[in-house]
């Protein structure tokens, strides 16, 4: 039994969901992590159903299908160290392929649930997973860049420009806010995360939150600011600006409440708070004598206009989270 708990926690640690925890935070996840053993022709996985989590496989080979009007196709198969059903650690639609064994297999199930219980303990986990998901942007843009270089070269030989999907259609800073928005967003939906409130600032501000406390967690994913601290009691987030400029400021509460954006200039070396309510008993807002919008996401517009750009921001971060991982699954 020790041998295997070992053997768990050392598949854990090779994947890039959780590679940079610590070892006790490994341990723990390995401790919640599930074996289950597939005999030839089982399915892990039904298209259609909800997933569970993220499973790895031991020992075996499974093959991923999708339905097609021709039947049923085989687009990857994959063996001993893949994982597979990563997204659903990150939303609970239903799944768009089925995973079937192609030979006896072993698999460790990390589940939705189980990550989401021991987020409230360890939020590092769930920012882990957001630096993830920016690093899969990041190298999504960079493969969309050299085709869009191949097809323009290939255009001027008289052929179309090949489709790029329009991953690279709002400036990179952009998508990374609209990213991390919707993800922080749907892990609050998830249940996960759910005594912590999140904080996504564009940079270059320096970010403060105030009372400290041991559980605040401070990082920076892709230039943009990332703030997780506890919601029981009232918390004051100040904005420092390092030079003169605008910014875009994101608070997300727990319990899947709509996000409260902030947007506007600041002078060099200036100070913006912003108060967010303990336990999501309000919405936060600025301190007296703060000048900026509110309740709208990064862009232009009039303050009537905030929900519906609210929502497309959400949706359109929404949209990245899907195509990072089918664009990963494209690349298997």
């Known amino acids: 039994m020790a041998d295997d708990r070992q053997d768990r926690i050392e598949l854990i640690r090779k994947l890039d969901f959780f590679s940079s925890l610590n070892s006790r935070v490994v341990k723990r996840i390995g401790d919640f992590a599930i074996s289950r053993e597939y005999s030839k022709g089982d399915y892990v996985i039904k298209r259609g159903q909800v997933g569970l989590g993220l499973f790895a496989i031991i020992e075996g080979n499974v093959r991923v299908e999708i339905e097609t009007e021709h039947g049923k196709v085989v687009i990857h198969e994959l063996g001993g160290g893949d994982i597979f059903g990563e997204m659903s650690l990150v939303d609970n639609k239903p799944r768009s392929a ?130 997780i601290f506890p919601t029981r009691r009232d918390r004051t987030l100040t904005l420092r600006a390092f030079e003169e400029g605008s910014f875009s400021a994101t608070v997300l509460q727990p319990g899947g409440g709509p996000a409260t954006h902030f947007e506007g200039r600041l002078k060099s070396g200036q100070d913006l708070e912003i108060v967010v309510p303990s336990n999501g008993r309000g919405v936060p807002s600025l301190e007296p004598g703060g000048r900026v919008k509110e309740n709208q996401p990064p862009g232009d517009g009039a303050p009537e206009e905030a929900d519906e750009k609210r929502s497309r921001v959400e949706s359109l971060g929404e949209t990245l989270v899907d195509s990072l991982f089918q664009e990963r699954d494209l690349d298997r």
């Open 98 to 227: 089925d995973i079937v064994c192609s030979e006896r297999t072993k698999c460790l199930l990390v589940t939705r649930d189980s990550l989401g219980k021991l987020s409230n303990r360890h939020p590092e986990i769930y920012l882990q997973i957001a630096r993830v998901l920016a690093e899969r942007l990041r190298t999504l843009n960079e493969r969309v860049a050299r085709r869009r270089g191949t097809s323009e070269s290939v255009q001027r030989d008289g052929s179309e420009e090949a489709d790029t999907g329009g991953v690279m259609a709002r400036p990179p800073k952009r998508q990374f806010e609209e990213l991390l928005v919707s993800a922080f967003g749907q892990f609050h939906s998830l249940k996960a995360l759910s005594r912590y409130s999140v904080a996504l600032v564009g940079c270059p501000l320096r970010v403060a939150v105030s009372p400290s406390c041991g559980r605040t967690l401070q990082d920076e994913i892709a230039e943009v600011k990332v703030a």
